[in-house]
T-cell receptor, first 114, second 112 residues
C-alpha cells in the first residue's frame, strides 16, 4: 500500500457524460500528479499540482481539468467523454514540487466509457 | 524534446536466470532515474531508483546501473522468480522540471 488513495475504483459511464476522479496523497506529500494509461500502453502524464497550484501540464485534453484543494486532495474532471477516454487513471504523490522526488502511485480508477 | 527509449519491449527468461532492461535518455541534465514495476491491473510500484552522483545501486536481487557518458541506465534482476513477471517502466527527470519522462515499458515473463 503506497498511502495514496483513489476513488472510485471502477467507473462505467456513457459517451458525452462527465465524471470526477478523486485522489488523496500520502500524508505529508504536497504534489499530486495525474496519469492516463490506456490498455497495454505506457503512462501518459496529464497534469501536476503542488500545494494547490498547477505546476506542469502534459498531454491533457481541453475536456479534462483538475484541481487541488486546501486539504491537498485532488480531483480530475473528465467531460464530454468519448470511447477513447476509457483507461486507467492513476494519481501519484510526492513530497516536493520537482520531479527529482520519488512518486508513489495510487491504485487507480478504471474508467469505461460505453 | 526529452525522450527515454526502453528496450526490449518484451523479455522472456527462465526462472533463475537474469534479466536486463535498458533505457537511454536524451536530456544530458537528467539526474534522477526511477524504475517502476506494474503487475496487470495494478498500480506502478517504485522498486529502485538511482541519482546521477552514483553509478550503481543494489537492493537484494535488483540492481540499477547508470552510465552518464553514454546516457543510459539499466535494471538488472538476478535469480528471477515467477512473481517478477510484470511490466517494468524506467523514467528520467532532472532538477528544475516537474515531470518524469517515462519509457514505453518492458513486459517481463519469467517462465517456470
Amino acid at each position: 500500500d503506497s498511502g495514496v488513495t483513489q476513488t472510485p475504483k471502477h467507473l462505467i459511464t456513457a459517451t458525452g457524460q462527465r465524471v470526477t476522479l478523486r485522489c488523496s496523497p500520502r500524508s505529508g506529500d504536497l504534489s499530486v500528479y495525474w496519469y492516463q494509461q490506456s490498455l497495454d500502453q505506457g503512462l501518459q502524464f496529464l497534469i501536476q499540482y503542488y500545494n494547490g497550484e498547477e505546476r506542469a501540464k502534459g498531454n491533457i485534453l481541453e475536456r479534462f481539468s483538475a484541481q487541488q484543494f486546501p486539504d491537498l486532495h485532488s480531483e480530475l474532471n473528465l467531460s464530454s467523454l468519448e470511447l477513447g477516454d476509457s483507461a486507467l487513471y492513476f494519481c501519484a504523490s510526492s513530497v516536493g514540487s520537482q520531479s527529482s522526488y520519488e512518486q508513489y502511485f495510487g491504485p487507480g480508477t478504471r474508467l469505461t466509457v460505453t | 524534446g526529452e525522450n527515454v527509449e526502453q528496450h526490449p519491449s518484451t523479455l522472456s527468461v527462465q526462472e533463475g536466470d537474469s534479466a536486463v532492461i535498458k533505457c537511454t535518455y536524451s536530456d544530458s541534465a537528467s539526474n534522477y532515474f526511477p524504475w517502476y514495476k506494474q503487475e496487470l491491473g495494478k498500480r506502478p510500484q517504485l522498486i529502485i531508483d538511482i541519482r546521477s552522483n552514483v553509478g550503481e545501486k543494489k537492493d537484494q536481487r535488483i540492481a540499477v546501473t547508470l552510465n552518464k557518458t553514454a546516457k543510459h541506465f539499466s535494471l538488472h534482476i538476478t535469480e528471477t522468480q515467477p512473481e517478477d513477471s510484470a511490466v517494468y517502466f524506467c523514467a528520467a527527470s532532472r532538477t528544475g522540471t516537474y515531470k518524469y519522462i517515462f519509457g514505453t515499458g518492458t513486459r517481463l515473463k519469467v517462465l517456470a
